[in-house]
């Protein structure tokens, strides 16, 4: 089993930053892939950015360019940085590890991220 926290989300203004951060706690040594999904208003969950262990970092297309992702090995924690934030980034940000060997899923509880003026 895996435990994931998020902390970090909040209300910021358009063209502001905030940054994610997510700890993984449990049995960490089976984790492949962390990554940030999003839930938006009347939309479905959306992947954001993902770093799988040890290869490249993924992004969503409306991301690229605004938002990093960056894990720590050592502390098992990833982390987003989201730069020039647009309103339509609001939404629910949620935490995700995928275990590298069977692909199970675990879901931090999300945090609010609110970008509006």
């Known amino acids: 089993q895996v435990q994931l926290v998020e902390s970090g989300g909040g209300l910021v203004q358009p063209g502001g930053s905030l940054k994610l951060s997510c700890a993984a706690s449990?049995?960490?040594?089976?984790?492949?892939?962390m990554g940030w999904y999003r839930q938006s208003p009347g939309k479905e969950r959306e992947l954001v950015a993902s770093a799988p262990r040890g290869g490249t970092a993924n992004y969503a297309d409306s991301v690229k360019g605004r938002f990093t992702i960056s894990r720590d090995y050592v502390k098992n924690t990833v982390s987003l940085q989201m730069d020039s934030l647009k309103p339509d980034d609001t939404g629910v940000y949620y935490c995700n590890a995928v275990t590298a060997i069977r692909g199970t899923n675990y879901w931090g509880r999300g945090t609010q991220v609110t970008v509006s003026s």
């Open positions: 449990g049995s960490n040594s089976g984790i492949g892939t």
